[in-house]
């Protein structure tokens, strides 16, 4: 997903310029950028991401609407200077090692702090829609680990 990130933002960079040196208010038009499928290493299930920003020198951050499936989810991942979710539709689960999942639903706002390792995606049964605004620290947004396994998702 960094990658995939990294590479969408690129992309829209060149295309739009630089927001960092932008003079003027910029829109990034809805569907500027193609729709990635998320890298099945950092997801489990069917998990689509469109690329929302380009990330700025001034406001180090990109974003993403990342749409999850039912059971669909993140690997296990921090972030080096955190992250928020908007929670735009459905429900979902969050959940930080060691402590119990948390529900997620539309309208929610949840802080990621820097370092903390943890999952998000869809419950069981709804799918889950959220923007993802994950901020840049010496050029990296994320740090993946493992999968979470179907075991781990089910464990309340």
Same mark, same amino acid.
């Given at each position: 997903?960094?990658?995939?990130? @990294? ?12 927001? +960092?040196? +932008?003079k003027e208010i910029q829109v990034f038009p809805s569907g500027s ?5 998320? /890298?099945? &290493?950092?997801?489990?299930?069917? %998990?689509? %991401? /469109?690329?929302?920003?380009? *990330?700025? %020198?001034?406001? *180090? ?7 999850? +499936? ?8 921090? !972030? *080096?200077? $955190? =992250?928020?979710? @908007?929670?735009?539709? $459905?429900?979902?689960? %969050?959940?930080?090692?060691? =402590?119990?999942? =948390?529900?997620?639903t539309s309208g929610d706002v949840v802080w990621i702090p820097a370092? @903390? &390792? !943890?999952? !998000? $995606?869809?419950? /069981? ?8 605004i994950t901020y840049i620290q010496d050029g990296k947004n994320a /740090? ?6 179907? =075991?781990?998702? +089910?464990?309340?």
């Amino acid at each position: 997903m960094k990658n995939t990130l @990294i590479a969408a933002t690129m992309t829209a960079a060149a295309l739009v310029g630089e927001p +960092a040196n +932008a003079k003027e208010i910029q829109v990034f038009p809805s569907g500027s950028s193609p729709s990635v499928v998320a /890298d099945p &290493k950092n997801f489990s299930g069917q %998990v689509v %991401v /469109d690329l929302l920003t380009p *990330p700025s %020198v001034e406001i *180090p951050a990109s974003s993403g609407l990342v749409t999850f +499936a039912p059971r669909a989810r993140t690997a296990w991942h921090s !972030h *080096p200077a $955190g =992250q928020m979710l @908007i929670v735009t539709a $459905g429900r979902g689960w %969050v959940q930080r090692e060691g =402590q119990a999942r =948390q529900e997620i639903t539309s309208g929610d706002v949840v802080w990621i702090p820097a370092r @903390i &390792k !943890h999952w !998000h $995606g869809a419950t /069981d049964t709804n799918g889950m829609s959220h923007v993802a605004i994950t901020y840049i620290q010496d050029g990296k947004n994320a /740090d993946w680990m493992g999968l979470v396994t179907d =075991q781990e998702y +089910a464990t309340r």
